[in-house]
């Protein structure tokens, strides 16, 4: 039997773990095959001239899906693209740990796996069930156990098991072998980890040097970006041009909700069915009762509320979850307003606070003698949002505006304008249109609306239809024929995995990178929808051109400008101490100058009020106790430092810690080595992925 089809045996179907630092796992579901135009081949792709076919990889979607529902997981169409993913991604890196291992010659023998199961230490996965409630191990009816020809077929499964665990360990012992620790390295983590310091302080800060005090050349920027070159090197980069078809659900899709809801209603008022069981019947909220105020319920739907009596039905009302039908279970008075309903007309004071009272004034005579509110709203108010619908700001409840127009609103009669009120914002013609005292219990039944199949397939066809006609004509001309947006993606490496705008598609970036300027793609899914692609420009791995960079390039050089004039600052102030010096006597020379103390802090931690300064921390293992030191360059500015404690290097401490201090960076290292090791395998097979022509 084949090293891949011994592993499929296995449940879970495949697992291979690395000294625990990765377990892969296949992610799969049930798959949607859609209408392919024109003949395709049985393969969704290939690694390294190994053909995975499309059965094999929709049956490992199989199984991941019932593996999850086995835990209570339930995967659903949204979720699919991720899973696919996910499962591509396992599936490859299987394939590629089995060429690996039959390069490696990786074997175990039969002698070997009996050694496991009948040793000393027999596996966990055998052992459990021979130990009672107290972990005692009954050996003896292990090992007649697994003698029992009644426990074969279960034996070889087993044996299986063990087999892919020891082939795991010895490729764990090949990948990772050259992985070591020294034993300066395990002193120098403890050391950075336990060593005590404290240490006096001046710091000469570039920020109180202004900009305009140096000159920046561009013979010194030109400098400082050849001294500095290997900063701005850059890998291929390649941008696109592209339509995307956004998958969102259509008018016809939201026609259906309505139609579901008045159907629902015929039903319930035919067959006088309670809401309650409406709402277990076709809701996907589950039922709650809610106790709200029409000013928190959807604005296009409040003055149905304002209206609605006991026991009526309102809606369908569209927000943000979908559709709704709200049952109102009861109504209950208040003592005092809730929210009411008013109209404005906004006077900026622009002009002038008295010019604006003036022209507020007018229009309120106006309004007065006859003159139409909302007209005159349209006309002059300054508040952009209203002013379109006539002034009407719709429902509000209280402190949700500025203290006197709330004041005047919910102080206001119904239907009279109030002379002009003054707010920061101007001066406020107010005409209240309706106030509510009542709380609304209420009962809700919700519909989302979703993208129905129909209109993806529709995406879909017009995706494949302009793709077709770009191909065969030009890109940008047939998208503008068509009334589609053509949008440039920013500039991305293949290693980027996603482009700017679209997000990841490998098999896309794959394609984009394999072609040529100009060349358009086939249609491809991605997270928002359907794209169709054209390689709109490819730049070459090298080094970004001085000239792009040039104000930040000026900010680096006016940094180490400001550093240098730092040094000299801290250099004249040294030489006015002695090498024993209190260094607070250098405020007397130079007030901008801070003095500080740095209590009781690690090498491998940050320093109080400084941050994390490897200079400082340098000189702090290494300098003088109690000296003063010479200027240091920091990340600040520069630093004058007087040390005064340091903790001796402790045996006893660094003798209890030694061992998990080696074992947590030898774990750090074997974990960054397999995430590496897994990458440049990845990177340097022959991937090819098609998966683009089963799905959409």
């Not at 074969?152 to 795991?168: F, G, K, P, T």
């Not at 710091?203 to 920046?216: G, I, Q, R, T, Y």
């Not at 100009?518 to 730049?539: F, L």
Request: proline fraction near 3%.
């Amino acid at each position: 039997m084949g090293m891949m089809a011994r592993m499929r045996n296995l449940a879970p179907w495949f697992i291979i773990s690395v000294g625990g630092l990765f377990v892969l796992y296949m992610a799969l579901s049930d798959t949607k095959v859609m209408e392919i135009f024109g003949a395709r081949s049985n393969y969704v792709g290939s690694v390294n001239g190994k053909d995975i076919s499309y059965q094999e990889y929709t049956a490992a979607i199989e199984r991941y899906r019932e593996n999850q529902q086995r835990q209570g997981v339930q995967i659903d169409d949204t979720q699919m693209e991720s899973v696919r993913d996910q499962t591509w991604d396992a599936l490859v890196t299987q394939i590629l740990l089995e060429q690996k291992i039959e390069q490696f010659g990786i074997k175990v023998t039969d002698e070997e796996v009996a050694e496991v199961i009948t040793g000393p230490n027999p596996p966990q996965f055998l052992t459990q069930y021979f130990t009672d409630s107290l972990g005692n191990f009954n050996r003896q009816a292990y090992d007649a156990a697994i003698r029992d020809r009644r426990n074969s077929e279960s034996m070889v499964q087993a044996e299986d098991a063990v087999r892919q665990q020891l082939i795991q360990e010895k490729l764990q012992n090949y990948v990772l072998g050259t992985v070591t620790v020294s034993e300066e390295e395990i002193k120098r983590k403890f050391i950075d980890q336990n060593t005590k310091i404290s240490a006096d302080y001046a710091l000469v800060d570039v920020a109180n040097f202004n900009d305009n005090e140096f000159k920046v050349t561009d013979a010194d920027i030109k400098e400082y970006y050849d001294k500095h070159l290997n900063e701005y090197k850059v890998e291929a980069q390649r941008k696109v041009k592209y339509v995307l078809f956004r998958i969102a659900p259509s008018q016809a899709d939201t026609d259906a909700v309505v139609k579901n809801f008045n159907a629902i209603l015929t039903k319930a008022q035919k067959d006088s069915i309670p809401f309650q069981q409406l709402i277990q019947d076709y809701s996907v909220a589950p039922y709650k009762v809610d106790t709200t105020n029409i000013s928190l319920l959807p604005a296009n739907s409040i003055d149905m509320f304002a209206k609605a009596n006991i026991g009526d039905i309102v809606g369908p009302v569209a927000s943000y979850e979908g559709y709704s039908l709200y049952h109102v279970v009861n109504k209950i008075k208040s003592s005092e307003k809730l929210a009411v309903k008013a109209s404005h007309i906004l006077i900026s004071n622009e002009a002038g606070e008295e010019e604006a009272l003036k022209k507020a004034t007018e229009i309120y005579d106006r309004i007065i003698k006859g003159e139409e509110f909302s007209k005159l709203a349209k006309e002059f108010s300054k508040d952009p949002g209203s002013a379109a619908n006539g002034g009407d700001l719709g429902w509000f409840s209280k402190n949700r505006m500025v203290k006197e127009f709330e004041d005047a609103c919910f102080n206001g009669v119904v239907n009279q304008v109030q002379k002009p009120v003054k707010t920061s914002y101007g001066y406020h013609i107010i005409k209240v249109t309706g106030v509510s005292s009542d709380k609304l219990i209420v009962e809700k039944l919700v519909n989302k609306i979703e993208t129905s199949a129909s209109t993806t397939d529709n995406l879909y066809n017009n995706a494949n239809y302009f793709a077709h006609l770009a191909k065969d004509n030009d890109f940008e001309k047939e998208a503008k024929a068509l009334g589609f947006k053509v949008v440039e993606s920013g500039a991305f490496t293949e290693d980027a995995g996603a482009i700017p705008g679209l997000g990841v598609n490998r098999s896309l970036v794959r394609f984009i990178f394999d072609n040529s300027v100009g060349d358009i793609s086939d249609v491809y899914k991605v997270p928002s929808g359907y794209v169709v692609c054209m390689i709109s420009s490819a730049e070459k791995a090298g080094f970004r051109p001085m000239e792009d960079l040039k104000a930040n390039l000026k900010i680096q050089v006016l940094r180490e400008k400001k550093l240098e004039k730092a040094m000299k600052v801290a250099a004249d102030l040294r030489s006015k101490l002695g090498n024993n010096a209190d260094l607070n006597s250098l405020t007397q020379y130079n007030p901008q100058v801070v003095i500080n103390t740095a209590a009781n802090f690690t090498p491998g931690g940050s320093i109080p009020s400084l941050g994390r300064d490897y200079k400082f921390i340098d000189y702090a293992m290494k300098g003088k106790i109690n000296q003063v030191s010479d200027p240091i360059k920091g990340s600040r500015g520069a630093l004058i430092i007087k040390i005064l404690s340091r903790s001796e290097f402790d045996n006893t401490a660094f003798s209890v810690q030694r061992n998990s201090i080696k074992d947590n960076i030898l774990q750090f290292r074997k974990s960054r080595l397999i995430s590496e090791w897994l990458q440049k395998i990845k990177k340097e097979a022959d991937i090819v992925d098609n998966r683009y022509k089963f799905y959409r």
